[in-house]
């Protein structure tokens, strides 16, 4: 992954070397830091520890570094409806170091990773109601929305699924499948 330099302002000056790293072993030392900064970003926990475990050896685990310290996270797993499409679960960033365009950087960091690695595709859910959300993944992003899951998490909320074409040439996106 490229790394990139970030100056922090209002911190004496400080620069942090800012690094996107695909873990590719499995690392118990990691997966306290998942679910730690899983539960600094979500008002749910999204992972025990046994999930976090289970991502970071079947899934596709991306880690945002501040030299070398982790300060963000992002899991995605293989669609198994689409094997070419993976499934973004997660991405969280330590509060203290948002607000600085390094999520932005982080996701394109994470989608370049995919795609090196031959996802063509790769979708995402967002609660109905976070137009916000669903419009900056479509305008900063490119996301497209291609359906509706109605209470998805058992939430009584609905989610919006959004795709990204990562290898236009490759794949047509395709229509939501019929889930009934």
Known sequence: MVALEYS???K???TYR???REIKEHDPAL???VVDIDLMTWSEQTFSRYTAALM????RTFVLLADNVPIGTCQCIRSWERPSEAVLFSISIRPGWRGRGLGTRFMEDVFDGLRRGGIR???LSVTAHNAQGIRKYE???GFSVVGVLPDEYAKKEDEV???KVLQPDLIPVQALPDRS
Request: aromatic share 4%.
């Open 161 to 163: 699924l959004l795709r």
């Open 31 to 33: 997966i306290k830091t």
């Open 18 to 20: 800012i690094e996107t």
């Open 8 to 10: 922090l302002s209002g």
């Open 12 to 14: 004496n000056g400080l």
């Open 56 to 59: 970071l050896r079947q899934g």
């Open 139 to 141: 305008e900063l992003f």
């Open 121 to 123: 595709t790769v979708v």
